[in-house]
């Protein structure tokens, strides 16, 4: 720490013909050293001010790094006009990048994996619209359009587009708890319709405006818990379908559901368990044996749509003696309607759809980028976040297009042009296919959202992590969806707000042999140096931690010369911060700074700063607090300081 410093490089659009403007403000400014010197084979280095740049451009670098952190005008650089207007248009239009090159050999490839996803997404739509509790041919509907979309639109070969069982259990979870779809079947569609259009319109808001980063606020931990517990009420729900219960809560609290398995455990029917668990048993198979080779995707993938064909077979030829059995029913054959005419936003029930669309929509997008980003990092290509936002990725689907193969998003395409086919002609088939199914289906799929083994993780690396993960699992079970991702996400910023408030700050130690200083826990070697305590910061100073830094320092200090009375070592005369990971400072953090100054001179203590960053340097200076510093205040790294600082004390003894 402090000691490989380097002078901070001035950010884009900074001109370094200012370098020279500045050099004799800098040198009049910061430091002048008294005469005594160290050895002379030790050389001292003259601390200096960044560049002076005009606080216009400042602003723009600013608010550059915060929207444009992938720079994505470099590709335009040193391009003829042509050019430019050519890769301007791929920007907007990415197949035009891959549909130049594309030929018959990837073709095949994408064929292959478009047909393998279409057989996965055919059951996986109807199952999902089942679950966010909407007409079973509304799945088939997404499977169709969004997937020609995204590719003409989206930038991940290997994304699988269509429903997700996260999407489709929140906007049924949300809905459902006010409008019943089974009160009001209308209102409910027309409601749902409404929220997926608010969900888009969010997700292109994002990209257009490049505020991708919002979404950084569910992390990892969150999503783990928040997806386990999706999992564990989605799963327990599916029960009335395996079971053949006819009465059944709407709740998705663990409580209600599991007491209404078993108040109507006189609904049970027996030829339902069997068939259902039997189907249940055959796809979690086919799904372990897909985890454990890759090679074998076709299995997972083809089998819950042999599922439904064996399953549909057996109750039309047995249609009499397992009538009891509820079956889909009549589905609409032709490709989707306009639903313009039936988008809500008028009534009580407007606020209802808007929050259910920009939770399902922030949910549904961090999941789709996800996704992408995982397969295009297999194949070393790049995802451009914002561009994603137009579209939403489902993992299983996903997965089975890389693994069989596919080159590029034609394969969704193919997927959609096969649901077409579909839509068109095959509907009727899926007439005596058994609810049952779809609930095994959907059982399967969820299961893989439960990660422990990501749990465990977390539990070994970051105990507030686990601790989010938890909250996120537990808050779903037992209290609410939506409610339980609240309070994930309140966790997730509380620990945010616990790093930044209380940072890190730990005394380093000399390692022997070495110009290093280092923390004295992490190394045993690491010795104190007599009359100097060297403190390392680990954050940057503002207002939410400058008291509690400064009250810090100061215990530190009182601990320090407790130690050194009881080992009746040398007096304490130099405290020494290393500034180096104080990557920014506001009006709070340079007023504290001012009076742990003032306070450790009333208490003959020098306070010296080691290796500021350009930006604080600079705000220091502003502030005239740099002038505090001017003698032997300030240093590039803490060996510098030491040597300069004893060599004075020799000179002065």
């Not at 003696?321 to 809500?344: A, C, D, Q, R, T």
């Amino acid at each position: 720490m402090g000691q490989s410093s380097t002078e901070d490089e001035p950010p884009t659009g900074y001109d370094s013909s200012t370098q020279n403007a500045t050099n004799d403000e800098s040198r009049l400014t910061i430091t002048s050293h008294s005469n005594a010197r160290p050895p002379s084979s030790f050389e001292i280095h003259e601390v200096r001010l960044p560049p002076r740049v005009s606080g216009l451009k400042k602003l723009k670098v600013e608010l550059h790094e915060i929207f444009f952190p992938d720079d994505p005008l470099h590709a335009f650089r040193n391009q003829s006009l042509l050019r430019k207007l050519v890769i301007g248009v791929q920007c907007v239009f990415p197949i035009l990048e891959w549909a130049p090159q594309y030929n018959l050999q990837l073709f095949k490839s994408d064929l292959i994996a478009g047909l393998t996803i279409a057989s996965l997404s055919i059951p996986q739509g109807i199952s999902y619209a089942k679950l966010a509790h909407l007409p079973p041919i509304l799945g088939l509907y997404t499977s169709f359009v969004p997937p020609l979309l995204y590719a003409v639109l989206g930038s991940s070969r290997h994304l699988g587009i269509g429903p997700t069982s996260i999407a489709s259990l929140v906007m049924g979870t949300m809905l459902g708890e006010v409008v019943p779809h089974i009160d009001d079947p209308e209102l409910y569609i027309e409601l749902a319709l409404t929220a997926t259009l608010i969900a888009g319109l969010l997700q292109f808001t994002l990209g257009i405006f490049r505020l991708g980063f919002i979404i950084d606020f569910l992390s990892k931990a969150t999503l783990i818990g928040f997806m386990a517990g999706a999992a564990v009420i989605v799963a327990l729900q599916q029960l009335k379908g395996l079971f053949g219960i006819t009465h059944f809560t709407g709740k998705m609290q663990i409580i209600p559901v599991l007491e209404s398995v078993f108040i109507h455990e006189n609904e049970w029917m027996w030829q339902t368990i069997v068939m259902g668990s039997c189907f249940l048993v055959l796809l979690l198979i086919a799904r372990h044996i897909s985890a454990r080779n890759p090679k074998l995707f076709w299995v997972s993938a083809g089998t819950p749509l042999l599922c439904v064909i064996i399953s549909t077979t057996i109750i039309f030829f047995f249609k009499k003696k397992l009538y009891m059995i509820p079956i889909i029913g009549v589905l609409p054959e032709g490709v989707n309607p306009s639903s313009l005419s039936k988008l809500h936003f008028h009534g009580p029930h407007l606020g209802l759809a808007i929050k259910t669309g920009i939770v399902v929509g922030i949910l549904a997008l961090t999941e789709g980028i996800a996704v992408g980003r995982t397969f295009a990092a297999l194949q070393n290509y790049q995802v451009n976040g914002n561009k994603e936002m137009v579209a939403i990725g489902a993992f299983s689907r996903s997965a089975v297009n890389y693994n069989a193969g596919a080159k590029t998003a034609c394969s969704n395409i193919i997927m959609a042009l096969t649901v077409l086919v579909t839509l068109l002609f095959l509907m009727p088939l899926f007439h005596y296919t058994p609810n049952l199914i779809l609930s095994a289906i959907i059982i399967t799929a969820v299961i893989g959202l439960i990660d422990y083994e990501a749990a465990l993780k977390l539990w070994k690396l970051d105990k507030l992590d686990f601790l989010a993960c938890l909250c996120s699992f537990f808050g779903v079970l037992f209290i609410s969806v939506p409610m339980g991702l609240a309070i994930a996400v309140g966790v997730s910023i509380l620990k945010i707000i616990l790093h930044v408030t209380r940072p890190k700050i730990f005394v380093l130690g000399h390692i022997p042999g070495t110009e290093i200083y280092h923390s004295l826990i992490r190394y045993s070697n690491a010795v104190r140096v007599p009359s100097f305590l060297i403190l390392g910061i680990e954050s940057p100073i503002f207002f939410a931690n400058s008291m509690y830094l400064q009250e810090r320092v100061l215990r530190w200090i009182r601990e320090e010369e407790t130690r050194i009375q009881e080992h009746e070592e040398p007096a304490l005369r130099c405290v020494i911060l290393d500034m180096t990971a104080v990557t920014a400072i506001d009006t709070s953090g340079i007023d504290a700074l001012e009076e742990l100054k003032n306070r450790l001179g009333q208490r003959s203590l020098e306070l010296v700063l080691v290796n500021l960053p350009g930006r604080v340097m600079e705000k220091l200076h502003h502030s005239e607090v740099l002038n505090l510093f001017r003698t032997k205040g300030l240093y590039l790294t803490v060996g510098e300081a030491v040597t300069d600082i004893s060599s004075s004390w020799m000179s002065w003894a």
